[in-house]
Every structure is written in C-alpha cells, then in structure tokens.
C-alpha cells in the first residue's frame, strides 16, 4: 500500500463522488420540488378554481396551474390546504378505527339486525323444536325497557344470538333465511371491516420510499395520488359543503347578516354541514323504511362522521371563544374599555381578535379543569360525580360524540355556558364592582402598548416571560400550596356544616369501603354475561348507562342535608370572590409600590407590576412556610439553617450576577455590534447603546444558546451545564461554576468584544490611514472577523471531509475485504519484481 495516492486516483475518486453528489442533488431537487411545489400548488389552483364561481376557471385550469404568478404565495396556501386535508384524511381513518373498534350506535346496530329478527319471528315454530333456549333469546325483545337494557349493558348479546339463530336456519336450508343472512352477513363485513389486507400491502412502504428519498422514483406516483385525494377532499369536504350552505342562507335571505360577521366562508361551510347532517338522518330513515342496508349503513356512518365533525368545532372551537368574550365583557371597566372599543378592534382585525379571545378561553377552560382534577384528588370519590373525570381510563369522549344523542351534547352545552358564565361572573365582575366602590384610584389597570418611560427601553416582556414566570411555576410549589389551601378549606367548612364525612369520607372506613366496592365490583362481573368478542363498545355503553357515578363512597347523610349543601355552596361562593379581590389587588398594589422606588410617578404595564408583585408574594410565602417548618426544630437548628441558607443565598448570588448579569451583557454587546449596528447604523451616524437594554435580549440569547447546547452533541460546556444543572440550588458549588463554565465563558465574550477593538483602534491608526477608512474599519470589524471565523470554520469542515474522502478512495482501491492488497509500483522491467501480484498480507 503506498504512503500516498497517485494524483490520477485521488482525481478519479473525487470525480466519482462529484458525480455522485450531482446526482443525488438532482433528485432530492426533484423531490423537493414535487412535494413542496407542485403538490401544494397544484391543491390553491384547484382550490381557487373550485371556489371562483365560474365556468371558465374550470377550462382554463390546466394553463392557470402552470401559470407563474404569485408562486410563493400560492404555494404557502397550498400547503395549507394540504395540511387540512391530510388532517382530515387521518381524522376520517381515526374515526373510523374508533366505530370499528368501538361499535356503532345503538339505532345503527338495532337497524341492521332488524331483517333477521322478522326471519326468527317466521321460523319461530321451527326454532322451538330446535330448542328451548332460542325460544327465549327470541321472546326477550318484546319487552322494550328488557331490551334497551340489555343492549345497553351487553350489545355483543344480540349479535351473538344472532349468530346461532343462523346456524340453525343453515341447518333447516331455507332459502329465505339463507338470502337474510347473506344480505346480514355483507352488511357484517362492512362493518367489521378491518384492514389488515391494507396493512400487508403498507409493510414495504416506508416513508423514505413514499416520498422518494430512498433514490427511485416511485414517489411520483404517490405525487398524483395524493393529488388526486387533495382533489376529492376539497371537493368533498369543502366546495359541495359550502355551497348547500351558500344557497341556503340566500334562500332564507340572510346572506347580509353573514356577511357582516366577516367569516363569510366559514359561517357558511358550517351551515352547510348542519345542513347535510339534517339530510342525512331523514335519507337513512328513509332507506329505513324501503329496508336498503346497505344504503342505510352508507348514511348512518357519513351522518355520525357529520356529528363528529360538528361536535369537535362546537368543543373545541365554539365554547372557548365564547368564555374568551364573556371574560373580555366581565372584565371591561378593570380596562378602562367599552363595548364600542371591541367592536372597532374586531373591525380593523376580525382574525386576530377572534384568534385571541379563543386563546383567553382555551386557556382558562384548561386552568378551570385543571382545578377540577386538583378537587378530585382532595375532596371524597363521588362529590363531583356531576363533572366528567378527565383522568378516568375508561373516558372517551369520541366514543361519546358517536354514541350519544344531539339533545344530550347540547344539554350539556348550555350547562357548561351557564356554569363557566357564572364563574366569570363570581370571579371577575363581581370583584372589579366592589373594587370600584372600595378602592375608586385602584382601577382602571395601565396596558398601554407604548411608554415614553425609560423602563420601557427594558424588554420587560422578556425578562418576564424568561426569567419570572418559569422560576415562578418551576420553583413555587404553587400547586401543593393549592392543594393544601383547598385541603384546609374543605376541613373547615367539613367541620362548620358536619359534612366532612360528605368531602372527605370517614378515614377509618376506607380500606371497609375499598374492600366492599372490591367485592361489588366483582360480584358485578360475575353477574354479567360472558359474551364472546365484547370489547370497547361494550364498556362504553355500560360507562353511559350506569346509574351510579364511578369510584362511589358511602357517606353518612346529616340532618337537614339540602340546606347544609346549599350553605356549603353559598360558603364557596363567598370564599371565590374573596380570594378574587386578594389576586387582583395584592400582587398589583405591592407591584404599583416597588416599582415606584425605580421608576418614580411613570406609568407602567400593570403586567410588569403584577408579575414583580406576585414575585415578591411567592418569596414572602415561602420564607414564611420555610420558617415555620423550622420552628418546632428549636432555635440551635434554626440558627444553623439559617447560616446554610445565607450561604447558599449569597453563592447564588454571586453566580447570578456572572451567568444572569456580565454573560448576558456581553452577549447582548456582542450581537449588537455584529449584527444590530451594522444593519441599523449608517457609517456617517454614530451607535448608541443601552447597556439595559443589551442585558434585557442577551437574557434571551443566553437561554436559546444554552437550549441549543443542551440539545447538540457532548462537549466541555454541555457537560458543565448538565452538571451545574444536576447539582441545583442547594449543592450548588461555586468553585467549579467559576472554574468551568464562568471564566470560560466570560474569556471568550471578552475576547471577540476587545480583540477587534484592540485592531481597529490601536493598530489600523499606526498603519496611516485616513479617518474614514478608521471608521469603515472600526464599524465593520466584527462581521469581518465573524465572516472569517465562519470562513474558518467552513475550511476546517472542508479539509475534514477531503481526508474522509481520502481515507475512502484508499480503502476502495487497495482494501480487499479486510486484507491489504500489495502494492507494486510499476516499472520500466519486467523481472524486477519479487513479490508475486496476487499475493497478500494481514
């Protein structure tokens, strides 16, 4: 093997990757090109060709697909459109797993079954010589309430008799029973289809192959299926939908009042739905009565994808933004707003507005339940049996949307309103009135945008969001302290009222209880019929139908118990409001009063003054509860935990003002004056800079570098931050924080800051250059020697992967397996080798 390539060979070995690479570019381009242009455009012009209204769009299509106009804008929408489309697709086969797995409704299974009940009604003679016990599965639904019981608990039962009623007619080859139980038997398949077959045909296809990143071109024509299906789904699922509801609003007339609404489209689409919903279950009651089963399934599975669809938007879409606006109403003298301010807002920006009023109430339906599980884990198993438990295995609330009726989700609609309404209310408006009446200079809150106060140069926002909250939420045990307080609270009015054993249960009586609910449980399931196959669907239905809540305790029932639970609402009620007006002054006032001392008379966002005051509360609290703690210790170790946590305090400390205060200032100095002043500043103007202000994004820039660190490779600052990290507060050490990560750190910031302005203010003058050329070189050092360290490390990366190749184009010349072909270097006579060619050595 020689010591070095021959030029020929490293030349040929690089054409050879060179070729390679360009053809791998080629098609990844192709690729990239298909699924990221043409797909995605393809859907928009289909999309605006649907939706125009005219017959020429649908004739000039192919040339408007082709057409070059608004490429990147059209493209963005495509994919949009195409991510809702392949939502919907999965959504389709998700919901359709759950109907298979799940079971159809009761009114879907009761009509496909119905046909063989009339056979067994025909043969009933013939099926009673057979045998006593088809006599009395066919006799037992002629008892209505028998009947929707037992569907309810078991709906597996009457499939299985079913079953053995046409085995028994098998037997007797009865054409009639026999074409009944084909047509049954189709309409079996149909529902208990599953796709397997699907599954073997899917276990070659792998992402890399579907998309073409496996190197064939097989992925074109996934291309043009998937923009087929992006076809069908526009036309299916949005343009036949949209225009039932179109032509319906204006044959009512009141396509003004839609238009004033400012989502025209979407107003109309979800018409459209209702619309096609209403459609549907009168055309399967009508295939109903002509007994069309297969017509009658068809419908009843589109008319619950229907329901579904139209449940999630209501759930998920309507009833958040409804709480989000009837918080902003409740909440509009703490402002300083009226009705008239909104309604502006959502003219200049309907979309933002809605966007962000649903994002209020998506968030305080997610506090409010949130609190509802924080109740379950305190109160008694069975108080809050009237609120679905969100951490029960057995809820589904899919299963729920298939199987229960419209009039009952819309019960429990209004219900919802009228509860979480009446929280905002207790909670919200009811405070800022008796605020306004107390304390009348207390409100309105200060949220102006803009400030010509210095804070306002502080980037607040960030340090809030960064730094406050996370430390708060982190840190602040808030939610054992809320645990606790509800804890507390339920002992008390337990106690004050005598029913602590209706909250909380009788302590001794627990493992009695546990015991007994065991053996019921068991006794239950020894009760019930064993039926061959009874899955999902059987337990859902007998969640739904059940009398009793899940997890029920007994209690001991007082005298006068009405009264004592109405006394125990209004008792919460009192202390609902009560802990409202405390939120919504305390952290506000002590805020208003800190920063007075910084900031003087100016004005401040009161999000900044409530977020600094619900700080200094959490402190407060917790040197408090800490303290108490201690207490009962005596005053030797109170002395001794003290001195350990002044010291741990002031090593913090001085770690906070290294890595929270010099790191972050000079990265902040740092990106100003390689990015920010040369993007900003003209070289006849002068920089200014604000040292706060560099500290407040350097804050920002720290954390994303550290988050980036954390997530790349193992290195010297991941493993010093991991283990700064693993050790926390309270064994925190100093000495390696400093050796290790601080100096470091600091060395490096220090060094790009002074080396180049070492260079351009101490060096460039002594060459004699003019004054201009002193100040191109002063403003436009740093990016020079940022594009030359970037350049460096380019080069570096390059020289790397050269050798790589190097090392591969040897080993593919001379490596032979794993053994080392000699080497022979050729020459002028033909005897003076010695060594046969052929030969090798390990």
């Not at 994808?305 to 009837?326: A, D, N, Q, Y």
């Not at 913090?652 to 200032?665: D, K, Q, S």
Request: hydrophobic share 50%; charged share 15%; proline share 5%.
């Amino acid at each position: 093997m020689p010591s070095r390539l021959p030029i020929q060979d490293i030349f040929a070995g690089l054409v050879t990757s060179i070729g390679t690479a360009i053809r791998y570019w080629f098609h990844y381009t192709l690729v990239a090109f298909a699924w990221l242009g043409v797909v995605p455009l393809t859907a928009c012009r289909i999309y605006k060709c649907l939706f125009t209204g005219s017959v020429s769009s649908l004739l000039t299509l192919p040339l408007d697909i082709l057409s070059t106009e608004n490429l990147l804008a059209d493209c963005l929408q495509g994919c949009f459109v195409v991510t809702c489309t392949l939502c919907a697709f999965i959504s389709l086969v998700w919901l359709r797993e759950q109907i298979v797995h799940g079971g159809a409704p009761q009114w879907l299974e009761q009509n496909q079954q119905q046909p063989l009940n009339g056979v067994g009604q025909q043969n009933e003679a013939q099926a009673a010589v057979n045998g006593g016990v088809e006599n009395a599965v066919l006799d037992q639904p002629a008892n209505p309430a028998a009947e929707n019981v037992v569907v309810g608990e078991n709906p597996e039962i009457q499939e299985e008799q079913v079953d053995e009623e046409e085995e028994d007619n098998e037997d007797e080859e009865d054409a009639v029973v026999e074409d009944a139980a084909d047509a049954n038997n189709g309409a079996q398949d149909d529902m208990n289809w599953n796709a397997l077959e699907w599954d073997r045909a899917a276990e070659e296809l792998t992402w890399e192959r579907m998309l073409g990143l496996d190197g064939s071109l097989v992925f074109l024509e996934h291309v043009f299926w998937v923009v087929s299906l992006n076809t069908l789904f526009i036309l299916v699922f949005a343009f036949c939908p949209y225009h039932i509801g179109h032509f319906s609003i204006v044959g009512l007339g009141f396509e003004e009042y839609v238009q004033a609404s400012h989502f025209e489209g979407l107003i109309t689409t979800i018409v459209g739905y209702i619309l096609l919903a209403v459609t549907l279950i009168v055309c399967h009651g009508l295939a109903a009565l002509v007994k069309f089963q297969r017509s009658r399934r068809l419908l009843g599975v589109c008319y619950i994808v229907v329901k579904v669809s139209l449940l999630v938007v209501v759930e998920i879409g309507v009833f958040p933004l409804i709480c989000g606006w009837w918080l902003d109403i409740c909440s509009l003298e703490m402002f300083d707003a009226t009705l008239k301010d909104r309604e502006l807002s959502f003219q200049s920006a309907p979309g933002t507005t809605m966007f962000l009023h649903w994002l209020v109430g998506m968030v305080y339906v997610f506090y409010f339940a949130s609190f509802i599980l924080l109740l379950r884990e305190v109160l008694r198993p069975g108080v809050l049996w009237f609120l679905r438990n969100l951490n029960d295995p057995d809820f589904n609330p899919v299963q729920e949307m298939i199987h229960l009726p419209i009039y009952r989700h819309l019960r429990r609609f209004i219900l919802s309103v009228i509860v979480f309404g009446s929280i905002v209310l207790l909670m919200l408006w009811l405070p800022i009135r008796i605020i306004k009446y107390l304390l009348p200079n207390f409100l309105p809150y200060n949220v102006m945008l803009y400030s010509d106060a210095p804070v306002s140069e502080l980037s607040l926002e960030l340090l809030l969001l960064q730094v406050v909250l996370p430390a708060l939420l982190e840190q602040g045990h808030t939610r054992q302290w809320l645990k606790g307080l509800v804890r507390a609270w339920t002992v008390t009015a337990g106690y004050l009222l005598d029913l602590h054993s209706y909250l909380l249960g009788d302590q001794e009586e627990n493992e009695n209880n546990a015991n007994q609910q065991h053996n019921n449980q068991h006794a239950r399931n020894n009760n019930a019929i064993p039926v061959v196959g009874e899955g999902l669907h059987a337990a859902h239905q007998a969640i739904l139908q059940q009398g009793g809540p899940v997890g029920f305790q007994p209690y001991h029932r007082p005298l006068k118990f009405p009264l004592r639970i109405f006394l125990l609402i209004v008792f919460m009620c009192i202390t609902l409001l009560i802990a409202s007006l405390i939120c919504l002054t305390l952290p506000v006032f002590a805020g208003r009063w800190l920063m007075s001392f910084w900031t003087g008379t100016a004005k401040i966002h009161e999000l900044y003054t409530a977020a600094c005051g619900l700080y200094v509360c959490w402190l407060t609290i917790r040197a408090v509860t800490v303290l108490v703690a201690w207490m009962p210790q005596g005053r030797r170790v109170i002395f001794q935990k003290v001195k350990e946590w002044s010291l741990m305090i002031m090593k913090t400390l001085i770690v906070a003002i290294l890595l929270a205060g010099v790191v972050p200032l000079l990265l902040g100095l740092l990106f100003e004056l390689v990015i920010v002043a040369p993007l900003r500043v003209p070289l006849d103007q002068t920089p200014l800079f604000y040292p706060w202000q560099d500290w407040a994004l350097g804050v920002l820039h720290a954390k994303i570098i550290a988050a980036i660190t954390l997530m790349g490779p193992q290195w010297w600052l991941k493993t010093v931050i991991e283990q700064v990290y693993a050790n926390g507060i309270r064994n925190i050490d100093l000495h390696f924080i400093i050796r290790k990560l601080a100096a470091p750190v600091i060395s490096v910031l220090l060094l790009s800051l002074c080396v180049p302005y070492i260079i351009a203010s101490g060096v460039v003058p002594l060459l004699g250059v003019t004054a201009e050329m002193q100040n191109l070189v002063q403003r436009r050092i740093y990016p020079f020697l940022l594009m030359v360290v970037v350049l460096m490390g380019i080069l570096s990366f390059q020289v790397r992967q050269f050798k790589r190749l190097y090392e591969h184009i040897k080993n593919d010349k001379y490596l032979v397996g794993q053994r080392l072909v000699n080497y022979e270097r050729k020459s002028g006579k033909p005897g003076t080798s010695t060594t046969p060619p052929q030969s090798s050595q390990e």
